[in-house]
């Protein structure tokens, strides 16, 4: 299975960032949770 996790910030230093690495690393050997990493490219995020 493949989970995708996005933080809403684009700070890379943030709580939400942190807790998503987290659990990236503590997934089972068949899950695999990708971070996002472009949020910057959408301009809601940056206008």
């Given at each position: 299975?493949?989970?995708?996790?996005?933080?809403?910030?684009?700070?890379?230093?943030?709580?939400n960032t942190s807790l998503?690495?987290?659990?990236?690393?503590?997934?089972?050997?068949?899950?695999?949770?990708?971070?996002?990493?472009?949020i910057g490219n959408l301009?809601?995020?940056?206008?």
């Amino acid at each position: 299975m493949k989970i995708i996790g996005i933080s809403g910030s684009l700070r890379t230093a943030t709580v939400n960032t942190s807790l998503l690495r987290a659990a990236a690393s503590l997934t089972p050997y068949n899950v695999k949770l990708v971070i996002y990493d472009g949020i910057g490219n959408l301009p809601h995020f940056n206008p």
